[in-house]
Each structure stands twice: as structure tokens, then as C-alpha cells.
């Protein structure tokens, strides 16, 4: 205690009974108190909103407590003054009981000295401060045990939960009242299985035999999602090295894992990548070496035997010769495309198409260099105006699905290639009588280098029909297949028109200005792009 003087208040309804404590005080150096006396206690609680006292002396026995004990009554209202009980002797056990409680401590009517009253005075004081600041940090701790973001319960050895905070019941479940005194393998997350149950019981006895335990686990939560816990079991043992309590903590890693998930994923499709270029390369090569060794062999022979061989011999040389380069240039072709396609470097330019007359000399061209066997039967239904399409990737979208039809149908046999222009959209149709496509392959075929499992030795490099894919995208346009093996396949492609663009365009191309012809034919191409 130190010189200050000390504000007492004192509540106490018997008027000579608090005179003699005001005397009592006296004694110990009167400039050291300051008593001020409330007879009633509802005056003294009034009195607290108004001033500070550091200490209050409570007579137990006040007439306006109403039954209810006096200590409660001013404990409830003023929290924080440290108050010394004055009772009288049969009232002992009361007092000891209050002093556990709420009370500083006590004094017994009709036995207080003045030393007693100091000693009193200044361990309740004392004892005062000392709670307020228990007070103060338990409730820090509470707040912080609360407020984090992990989850925390503190268990008996058994796994009887002790405390649970807020972000445990969110995740695990139920009301803290219903679980507080229940096992922890009893909240919702845990009783989903029987067997996260028994598990958890069984990490409970390791840790109370004094092992930490860490684990991530993959839990329901409350609100029916999976989620990612780092899970964790800490004993807490006393100064013998007994285990009294278990620490739960568990930290939400969903996020975590997602990310590393998603990490995985781009790896898995970098390494993809780069197994897909690497099978490229070898591939393109592979396509590469046969038409060339076909072109050695035939100059080879032109070179060696030139005069021995009549001219049909010789034709035919030079025949194979200009098959193998254009395959070359095909495949060199096709790789560029791909190349431009891949850099997202492939440009949708429609111009308008006679689509009867184009289609025509399509086919006619693929049928030139397709062998007897095959034969391509075109047709044309729907409407004969021109319409607005790329040109390039028409071509690009037509030739590969006609030459795949020629290419893997190596009996030979009629492909039928129809198309039928509408108002408002053109459907291709390309049908096939070759070796057809498993069902568990199909899916992937629009994917690059993708080929179905019944190849066997008919060469390819699977790409086109990603690139078909991607011109059809560029149009908007949609693509699918029906196949079945050894029977046939038919890829049919829809393509949206813009009926009102392409009246546009006509209107534009009959002008006779060539350069309003330029200008208008651009906007209007930007527009429909
Ligand atoms: P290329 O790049 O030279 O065209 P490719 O023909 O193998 O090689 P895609 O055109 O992309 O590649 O076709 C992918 C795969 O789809 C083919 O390898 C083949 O397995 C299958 N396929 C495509 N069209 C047909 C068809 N008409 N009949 C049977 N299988 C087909
Ligand atoms: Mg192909």
C-alpha cells in the first residue's frame, strides 16, 4: 500500500457499528482514508457510478438487499472494487464460501483490531489487483482462443471435450453447450464414418500416452463439403509427466491443397506437353523418312537403270516421285497450320462462297488423287446463294475429313459427302464404309496427336482433326462423329450463317465504287466478326 490516501466505501446500516470502524480507522493514521458511509446499499452501488473507491466494506446484514445476498447484489453491479465482508461470528462458513468467490476477505463483527482492519484492508486490495489482472489475461486468452482461425478444443485424457472455440464448432459441428462434457468423436465431421471415429479414438489413447499425433485428414464439414485438415494431438502433462489434458488443434489447408492440386495438374499437362512434342518430332520424322526413301529408291533406279527401263517403268518412277513429295508438302503443310493454329495465330476472313460450285471442285480435286478404289459421290440441297464463310479454313475443315475417309478406308468404297445450305446455317456431311473408330477412343480424336487404337499401319500424325476442330470453332460452328468399327464413320460439321451480314455483303460487291466496295466490305466484316 503506499501513502495516497485510500477511498473506502462503507456499507453499513448500523450507525454505531460503523462509527466504531470509522474509529478503528482513525487509529491507524487518519490522512491515510478517506471512509465515505452509505447506510443503504442501493446508495452505495449509485455512489460507485460517480466516484472510485478502492476498497468497499460490506456489512452482510443490510436491510435493502431484499433477500438477495447483499455481496451478489454488489458484485453484479460494481465488478471491479474489492470487497471485505463484515459479518458476524455464526456467519463464518458464508463468509469462507464468499471469499472462494467473489469476495476479497472477511472480517468478524465485534473482533476487528485496528491491525486486523489494515491487514484486511490491504489483501483485499492486493488480492483485488491480482484477480483483475487474472481477470483481465483469462479473458485475453478467451478472446484470442475464440477469435483464431484455428480450430482448438482442449480435452480430458479420455477425449471428453473440456472447451471447444468457435471456429471448431463451425467446422466439426454442433452448439458448444451440446458438446461440452461429450466426446469429441461425437461432433458431426467425426460421426459421419465409423471408422474416422475409431481412428480419432485411437490417436486420443496414443496422445494420452503422452505422443503428439499430426495427420491430414479429408473431413465432411458441417455444411456438407469436404475439406482438408492439418489435424493435430498435443498432450499436457503436470510436473510428474502425467498426461492431465489433450490439446485438439486443426487447421483449415483446403486452400492449400487446391492450389497444390492445381500445381500438380499443370505440371501433369506440362509434362504432357512436352511428351506430345517430343512423339511429335519423332512422328513428323517417321512421315517424313518414308516418302524420301520412296524418292531415293526412285532416283536411285532412274539413276542406275535409266536405259533399261521402258517408259511405262520409267512414268511410274517419276509418278512415285511426285506422290511422295506432295505427301511431303502436306505434311509440311499441315504442321505450319498447326503451328499457326496452336499460336492462336489462324484468322477467321469469310468472303462469300458459292458453296455448290466450291464443294464440287473440292471433291473433284481430292478424287484425283485418291486411287480407283475410292469413289466420292457429292450432293447439294438447300439454298444456292452465297454464302459467308473462310474460304482457307473451309478448305482446311473439308479436305481433312474427305481425306481421313479415303486414308482409313483402305479396302476402298463410296464416300458420301453431302451438304445442305439453309437460311440460317450449312451442314457438311462426310460418310464413310472403313474401319470406323472404337467408342473409347473417340473423344479424344479432337485432340492433338491423338489417334484411335485401330490404326494399325495407315500412316498420320494426329492432327488434323484437332485443326478441323479449331477452324470449326473460328465459324462458331459445332462438329461430331458417329462410328462404329468395321462398319463406317460419318463427321458431320454445322455451321451458323448470318443471313442479314451476307445480304450486306452483296449489296456491297454489286456497287460499282471499288474503294467504297473496300470500305464497306471491311466494316462489315468487323461487325460480323
Ligand atoms: P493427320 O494429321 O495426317 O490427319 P491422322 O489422320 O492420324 O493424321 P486426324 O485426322 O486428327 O489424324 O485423325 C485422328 C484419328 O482419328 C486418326 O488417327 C484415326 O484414328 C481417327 N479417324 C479420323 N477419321 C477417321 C475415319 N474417317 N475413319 C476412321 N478413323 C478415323
Ligand atoms: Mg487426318
Not at 40 to 49: E, G
Not at 151 to 179: F, K, V, Y
Not at 469 to 485: A, F, M, N, P, T
Amino acid at each position: 500500500m503506499n501513502n495516497a490516501s485510500l477511498r473506502i466505501l462503507l456499507i453499513q446500516d448500523n450507525l454505531s457499528e460503523a462509527k466504531l470502524l470509522q474509529q478503528t480507522l482513525w487509529h491507524l493514521g487518519k490522512q491515510k482514508w478517506q471512509v465515505v458511509h452509505f447506510e443503504q446499499l442501493s446508495d452505495a452501488i449509485n455512489a460507485c457510478s460517480k466516484s472510485i473507491f478502492d476498497i468497499v466494506l460490506l456489512d452482510l446484514s443490510l436491510p435493502d438487499s431484499e433477500g438477495l445476498n447483499p455481496v451478489e447484489k454488489f458484485y453484479t453491479e460494481v465488478p471491479n472494487i474489492p470487497i471485505v465482508i463484515l459479518t458476524e461470528l455464526d456467519d463464518e462458513d458464508f463468509a469462507l464460501q464468499g471469499v472462494a468467490n467473489s469476495v476479497q476477505d472477511y472480517l468478524l463483527k465485534g473482533q476487528i483490531t485496528p491491525n486486523l482492519l489494515r491487514r484486511a484492508i490491504r489483501y483485499g486490495i492486493e488480492r483485488g489487483q491480482i484477480l483483475k489482472q487474472l481477470r483481465e489475461s483469462e479473458h485475453r486468452l478467451h478472446f484470442m482462443f475464440e477469435q483464431t482461425f484455428q480450430s482448438m478444443a482442449l480435452l480430458t485424457p479420455e477425449g471428453i471435450i473440456l472447451e471447444i472455440n468457435q471456429t471448431a464448432l463451425n467446422l466439426w459441428g454442433r452448439q458448444q453447450q451440446n458438446c461440452i462434457g461429450k466426446p469429441l468423436w461425437e461432433l458431426e465431421s467425426w460421426n459421419f464414418s465409423s471408422e474416422n471415429q475409431e481412428w480419432l479414438k485411437s490417436i486420443i489413447a496414443k496422445t494420452a500416452d503422452g505422443e503428439f499425433v499430426r495427420h491430414e485428414l479429408h473431413l465432411h464439414s458441417t455444411n456438407d463439403v469436404m475439406v482438408w485438415i492439418d489435424f493435430s494431438l498435443k498432450p499436457l502433462k503436470d510436473e510428474t509427466g502425467k498426461v492431465v489434458r489433450l490439446i485438439v488443434q486443426g487447421w483449415d489447408i483446403s486452400e492449400q491443397k487446391r492450389a497444390e492440386a492445381e500445381i500438380m495438374k499443370a505440371w501433369e499437362q506440362e509434362r504432357e506437353l512436352n511428351e506430345m512434342k517430343s512423339n511429335f518430332v519423332s512422328m513428323v520424322s517417321h512421315e517424313f523418312r518414308n516418302p524420301m526413301s520412296v524418292i531415293r529408291t526412285a532416283v536411285e533406279l532412274l539413276e542406275l537403270y535409266n536405259h533399261q527401263l521402258s517408259d511405262q517403268q520409267r512414268s511410274k518412277y517419276f509418278r512415285n516421285i511426285q506422290t511422295a513429295i506432295r505427301q511431303m508438302q502436306q505434311l509440311l503443310d499441315e504442321v505450319l497450320f498447326w503451328s499457326r493454329s496452336d499460336a492462336g495465330k489462324l484468322q477467321y476472313e469469310p468472303i462469300l462462297l458459292n458453296l455448290e460450285n466450291f464443294c464440287s471442285e473440292l471433291t473433284q480435286t481430292l478424287q484425283l488423287s485418291a486411287t480407283q478404289k475410292h469413289q466420292i459421290i457429292f450432293s447439294f440441297q438447300g439454298k444456292d446463294t452465297p454464302v459467308l464463310l473462310d474460304e482457307n479454313l473451309l478448305r482446311y475443315i473439308l479436305t481433312n475429313l474427305l481425306s481421313n475417309a479415303i486414308k482409313y478406308s483402305p479396302q476402298g468404297g463410296v464416300i458420301i459427302f453431302d451438304v445442305n445450305s439453309q437460311d440460317d446455317n450449312v451442314t457438311f456431311q462426310i460418310q464413310d464404309s472403313g474401319i470406323g473408330i472404337p467408342l473409347k477412343d473417340q473423344h479424344i480424336l479432337f485432340e492433338t496427336f491423338h489417334r484411335a487404337s485401330n490404326v494399325g499401319n495407315i500412316p498420320g500424325t494426329g492432327l488434323g482433326l484437332s485443326i478441323v476442330k479449331r477452324c470449326v470453332d473460328l465459324h462458331q460452328g459445332q462438329i461430331y462423329l458417329e462410328s462404329q468399327v468395321g462398319i463406317g464413320t460419318t463427321f458431320t460439321v454445322k455451321i451458323p450463317l448470318s443471313d442479314h451480314s451476307v445480304q450486306s455483303l452483296e449489296l456491297i460487291e454489286s456497287s460499282s465504287d471499288l474503294q467504297t466496295q473496300s470500305l464497306l466490305r471491311d466494316r462489315t466484316l468487323r461487325a460480323i466478326r
